[in-house]
């Protein structure tokens, strides 16, 4: 059955003045999905003008964008950064489906559809939709944003949603709060008790060990060894450990900061090998401190090699707009250790060397992000001292891992890759 042609248009905005940056064009036609941008006059008149996206130059003109697989998105970028990606779309879908049960005159969702079902609260990023209206999609007057103490009836409602045993009243729940970010694992977006925007992430029904606590050890460990990480801590309401994580594409006084992946960064496909070299090209060219964030990058890649974080893929990084058309590496997030995987990296080192499998690739790899040899190696030792508190940090009241959840995570931290680390300390 082939149906009309959709065709949906929205103006897309930026910050909280909701400044005019374009239009964004969504089409269906049969199957096929795809979207059209262009920049506004006055953007490209505007002082504060930038390319939001690596794949829209500042120009005028029309640039259309078609997925090039069922896994990418048919939007520009740094539109796809801020849609749903398996956990919201999941929630998205089921309600759909048992809307779609009561009126079968429903359509199936689009691409549209989802992008256009993010809260505009608590859209990652500054970037912002509006419709014809005049409304921002989607408007968050009809869903108040979670305070710390609903956490409880949200990880319960999406523990049923992962069970399969929703009802259309806790999808109804879900919808704007847990819809909000992309991501796999099941989360909401929550108020911290000094309002700040924050994520709260739960257990999963398919996890082995204590992932929650596993998530927010990894990233106290980062900033523990000097590296920026996001903040965090567990929150237990209700019975349900919550990782609840501060956003940082929103500052202190509550302004949205652009955002970019480094998937986005690299303009990549999902299923796309891709290395850190690239990144480190990339940050060259368009980052604010370019010698910092290679380091940082470096030390982040030592990190996660020796505490096993081997989901590394590239959206799993994140870039924060930093005025002039520049940009920094965000904090780190999304850190696991994985006490039973190999320790093998998702994102290449180099195109040349492939996975990270081993120290002596990140010290060889070294100068390539500005640092010698010589230095890299004290760096790594340096950094392994610090790995080696990771037990304390464990037990510690914000992270509350017990001693034998520390034993499960123990071979995530203590290996023979860590010894070597620690013997480069003279
Ligand atoms: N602290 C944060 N501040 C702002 N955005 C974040 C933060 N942490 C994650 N994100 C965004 O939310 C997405 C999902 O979060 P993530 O922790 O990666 O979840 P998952 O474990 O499901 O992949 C990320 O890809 C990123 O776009
Ligand atoms: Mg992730």
Redo the contacts with the bound molecule.
């Keep these: 059955m082939s149906a009309r042609p959709l065709r949906q248009q929205v103006r897309v905005v930026i910050g909280a003045k909701a400044l005019t940056v374009g239009q964004l064009t969504f089409v269906r036609d049969d199957r096929r999905e795809y979207s059209g941008f262009s920049y506004a006059s006055e953007w490209l008149r505007s002082r504060d003008s930038f390319e939001v996206s690596p794949d829209l130059p500042l120009r005028a003109g029309f640039v259309t964008r078609r997925a090039p697989s069922d896994l990418d998105s048919p939007f520009p970028f740094a539109l796809a950064?801020t849609a749903p990606d398996a956990?919201a779309a999941r929630v998205i879908k089921r309600a759909h489906a048992k809307r779609r049960a009561e009126d079968p005159t429903l359509t199936p969702l689009t691409a549209f559809d989802y992008l256009a079902s993010v809260d505009d609260f608590s859209r990652?990023g500054a970037l912002r939709l509006v419709n014809s209206q005049g409304e921002f999609l989607r408007s968050s007057t009809q869903h108040r944003t979670p305070q710390l103490l609903d956490l409880g009836k949200i990880a319960a409602a999406a523990h049923k949603v992962e069970a399969g045993n929703d009802t259309a009243a806790d999808l109804a729940y879900l919808l704007g709060k847990a819809t909000s970010?992309?991501?796999?694992?099941p989360?909401c977006t929550v108020l911290e008790e000094d309002g700040a925007l924050a994520?709260g992430?739960f257990a999963s029904v398919n996890d082995e060990r204590s992932i929650v606590r596993g998530e927010v050890l990894a990233l106290r460990v980062l900033a523990h060894a000097g590296s920026q990480a996001?903040r965090a801590r567990v929150v237990t309401i209700e019975g349900a450990d919550v990782a609840v994580?501060?956003?940082?594409?929103r500052s202190s006084d509550g302004a949205r900061v652009p955002y970019l992946?480094g998937g986005s960064l690299l303009q990549s496909r999902r299923d796309e090998d891709r290395a850190y070299t690239e990144l480190a090209d990339a940050i060259r060219r368009i980052g604010a401190a370019p010698a910092d964030d290679l380091r940082e990058l470096w030390r982040r890649l030592v990190i996660n090699f020796l505490i096993t974080n081997v989901d590394d893929h590239l959206?799993?990084v994140?870039f924060l707009y930093a005025g002039d058309g520049k940009w920094r590496l965000a904090p780190a997030?999304?850190v696991n250790p994985f006490p039973d995987k190999a320790r093998e990296s998702k994102t290449w080192l180099s195109e040349a060397s492939g996975p990270i499998t081993s120290l002596e690739q990140l010290l060889t790899e070294a100068p390539y992000f500005g640092l010698a040899r010589a230095e890299a190696e004290q760096a790594a030792g340096a950094i392994a001292l610090k790995l080696a508190h990771w037990r304390q940090i464990a037990e510690s009241e914000d992270v509350g891992l017990n001693g034998a959840e520390l034993a499960e995570f123990a071979p995530a931290f203590e290996h023979d890759d860590a010894r070597a680390a620690l013997a480069l300390v003279h």
């Design positions: 950064d956990w990652l970010l992309g991501g796999l694992r989360k994520i992430k996001a994580i501060r956003r940082f594409d992946s959206w799993n994140g997030f999304d």
